[in-house]
Nanobody, 120 residues
Framework: QVQLGESGGGLVQAGGSLKLSCVASGSFIRVGTMAWYRQAPGKQREWVAHVIRGGRSNYTDSVKGRFTISRDNAKNTMYLQMNSLTPEDTAVYYC??????????????WGQGTQVTVSS
């Protein structure tokens, strides 16, 4: 089994910062590309950013220059540093990872999500 656990969400004022973490645990060979998604109330889940094992990353336009995604492969952990937050960033943030397991096809796993609320 593979579990993804997010942490670091909370309530922050506009202009503030938060750092999210996502840890992969369980039985697996390796964690490939990791990503953050978010879902605001009444909206579809959207991709925010992703990072490959080598560290190269990409971001959706609305967070470029404000968010930084990173990972620590030794700890199977991914981070999202979020700065200059606005109320439009309010959402549940989900961790996603492509995981390789013995005797199984690589597949994506999801965390339970962590709430980020930005007040104006």
């Amino acid at each position: 089994q593979v579990q993804l656990g997010e942490s670091g969400g909370g309530l922050v004022q506009a202009g503030g910062s938060l750092k999210l973490s996502c840890v992969a645990s369980g039985s697996f060979i390796r964690v490939g590309t990791m990503a953050w998604y978010r879902q605001a109330p009444g909206k579809q889940r959207e991709w925010v950013a992703h990072v490959i094992r080598g560290g190269r990353s990409n971001y959706t336009d609305s967070v470029k220059g404000r968010f930084t995604i990173s990972r620590d492969n030794a700890k199977n952990t991914m981070y999202l540093q979020m700065n200059s937050l606005t109320p439009e960033d309010t959402a549940v943030y989900y961790c996603n990872a492509r995981v390789s397991r013995f005797g199984a096809v690589d597949r994506d796993y999801w965390g339970q999500g962590t709430q980020v609320t930005v007040s104006s």
